[in-house]
Nanobody
Framework: QVQLVESGGGLVQAGGSLTLSCAAS????????MGWYRQALGKQRELVAS???????NYVDSVKGRFTVSRDNAKNMVYLQMNSLKPEDTAVYFC????????????WGQGTQVTVSS
């Protein structure tokens, strides 16, 4: 089992910044990809950004140039630096870890609310 705990959400004005953190613990499998997903009210969950244990990053088009995903493998942490936030970024943000080889393993955090006011 892997436990993921997110922190750093909150309320911010449009144009502001927030940094989300996710701490992973337990039986962490490697290699893996860690990612941030978000789910706005009434919408499907979508991938925002991901980063492999080797450092390869991927972003959804709507956040490119504004968000930066990073990780600290030694601390089992993944971060999401969010700049130039927009009201449409308002959502619950979830941390995710998934295996990239072998049997599929996937775990989710409980989510953290990000609200961007206009």
């Amino acid at each position: 089992q892997v436990q993921l705990v997110e922190s750093g959400g909150g309320l911010v004005q449009a144009g502001g910044s927030l940094t989300l953190s996710c701490a992973a613990s337990g039986s962490i499998f490697r290699p893996n990809v860690m990612g941030w997903y978000r789910q706005a009210l009434g919408k499907q969950r979508e991938l925002v950004a991901s980063i492999t244990s080797g450092g390869r990053k991927n972003y959804v088009d709507s956040v490119k140039g504004r968000f930066t995903v990073s990780r600290d493998n030694a601390k089992n942490m993944v971060y999401l630096q969010m700049n130039s936030l927009k009201p449409e970024d308002t959502a619950v943000y979830f941390c995710n870890i998934a295996s990239v080889i072998g049997p599929m393993n996937e775990y989710w955090g409980q989510g953290t609310q990000v609200t961007v006011s206009s």
